[in-house]
């Protein structure tokens, strides 16, 4: 399976959800970005923010973060655990970061595990083209 995520991948949505409901968009509609994965066990990802969103548009959806962070990932069964060396938030170096996630038809989809959040399960799913 590991083989399947190496090589880089475009960003086409990040979003926040709750079951099919999208709460959000942290980095705006049309984000840009890239995750690359190597056959030596290294990845790294960066994504900046989009175009600004459409007018009554919700606060969460105008943020401007950037993520960018790279470090060595490993796999088991449908996650896959970065273990990040270097970031553009130092608190998250020497953490790890578990992922879950299914590809088809070309499209790498990587989602967090569920966390309640007033009293609401959400979670982050994010989806990557392969380049």
């Known amino acids: 399976m590991k083989n399947e995520l190496i090589g880089a ?20 509609i049309d984000a840009p970005g ?18 600004p969103p459409k007018e009554g548009a919700s606060q969460q959806e105008a943020r401007t973060d950037v993520l960018a962070f790279a470090g060595t990932y490993d796999m088991e ?18 953490t790890d970061q578990v992922r879950l996630f299914t590809i088809d038809e070309g499209k790498l989809v990587l989602r967090t595990r569920p966390q309640v959040v007033n009293g609401e399960e959400q979670f982050g799913n994010i989806v990557w083209q392969r380049r």
């Open 9 to 28: 991948w475009s960003l086409v949505s990040c979003e926040v959800r709750a079951g099919d409901r999208i709460l959000g968009r942290p980095f705006g």
């Open 34 to 51: 890239l995750i690359t994965f190597s056959d030596s066990g290294y990845m790294s990802v960066i994504i900046t923010p989009g175009l």
């Open 77 to 94: 069964g449908d996650a896959v655990t970065y273990h990040i060396l270097v970031s553009i938030r130092p608190e998250q170096v020497g």
